[in-house]
């Protein structure tokens, strides 16, 4: 079921949008001694597409209803056990907001009518976790780089990190909480969706509801549950242990693609 926009169209989002945010920030600061590095900065996503990176672009294979696992297996936390997510869910999170922040024009606090008021995505996809399943399941949700342009990100950005509401590990220090992150490339890929539903339900409590993340060229441990905050930086050396993710920092791969 192919809905959304084609690879053209990301290509075109990829220079219009994030290319084009860079673009107007360098119109407004071009006579600013800042106007040099921005107009590099867009050089570098530039050669960045056209180089390397290409292959990146390609799509997930995508399924029929007939093919949809009969079970979709739940990993990693099933159920948060804090007391905030436990008060969001009584309310069937209708006090829950997505936060975006970092480096946007407009940080912005989403609730979920508000993003289901957005154009929707479904996309049937195989999720491949490292422990050795895979499970084939349909994902409803938005584009997440149609979010991003709504915060309008700013010059210098290069990743997307997910916060999430749950602590796998318990830690004194928060440590233990599950995270995630994304380079912009993959944040503006036409299957990367934040999903409000699977297998044409709300997405279930165990599945990460009220929003998770879906990036279907990489692995299961990216796709991020319970998401509480976005935000965009330059960097995630500085965020917990530093690799990107709760299980980048325990030693796996940044880059899980598939
Ligand atoms: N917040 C959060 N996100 C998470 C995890 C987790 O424990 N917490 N586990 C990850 C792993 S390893 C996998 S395989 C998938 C499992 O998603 P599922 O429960 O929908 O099968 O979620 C990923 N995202
Ligand atoms: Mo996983």
Redesign the pocket.
Known sequence: MKTGFSRRQWLTTLVSGVGGALLSGCDRITQSAAGGSVLRSTEKLTMASQRGLLGRQAMAPEFSVADLSPV???????APDSDEYNRLLANQFADWRLQIRGLVEQPLDLTLADLKRLPSRTQITR?D???GWS?I?QWTGVALGRVLDAARVKPGARYVVFY???E?EASLDGSGR?Y?SIDLLDAYHPQTILAYGMNGQDLPV???APL?LRVERQ????????LMRIEVVTSFDKVWGGRGG??EDRGYEWYAGI
């Open positions: 979709f297996r739940a990993n990693g936390t099933q999720h976790c490292v422990e499970a399941g999430c509401a749950d796998l599950y995630e165990a599945h990460g998770r692995l299961g441990y990216k796709q991020a549950k319970y709760y299980w």
